[in-house]
């Protein structure tokens, strides 16, 4: 299928810097990822991290995805929406785009795809390794 690109979006949590070497780490990479997305026209969201029990949890960050899909439907800026993620919190507005009559494809990937993505997305593509080896950085 042929698509015009109308936007490129990426969502993430907001690192920040707690003082250690570890999150400074995180922080330090983190910018040099959003300068490359900048340099290659996609645009960011930022969430936020939460960190509870060591680990780091995103925030946010399904909102602002769920948000600006029903926009993109609303405002009638696409017909196709293309859909990154197995967050099923995602769910219900996956459920109103389709009931307006837009198209949502799930991207996953083949040895851990989200069953409930793909029964209620339009369309599913699961990617195998192979697939994405090609764009993997080689050390």
Not at 31 to 44: E, G
Request: charged content about 25%.
């Amino acid at each position: 299928k042929k698509y015009q690109l109308v936007s490129t979006t990426y969502y993430v949590g907001r690192v920040r810097t707690d003082g250690s070497e570890k999150s400074q780490h995180m922080f330090n990479q983190q910018r040099k990822l959003l300068a490359h997305l900048r340099k290659h026209n996609v645009k960011y969201s930022l969430g936020y991290l939460l960190k509870s029990d060591g680990k780091f949890h995103e925030k946010g960050v399904d909102v602002n995805m769920a948000l600006d899909m029903l926009v993109a439907t609303y405002e009638n800026l696409c017909d196709h929406i293309i859909l990154i993620s197995s967050d099923t919190d995602l769910l219900p507005a996956i459920l109103k785009v389709k009931n307006k009559g837009k198209t949502v494809e799930y991207v996953g990937f083949s040895h851990q795809a989200s069953l409930a993505m793909i029964a209620n997305c339009s369309e599913p593509t699961l990617l195998k390794v192979d697939d994405i080896k090609p764009f993997l950085a080689h050390s």
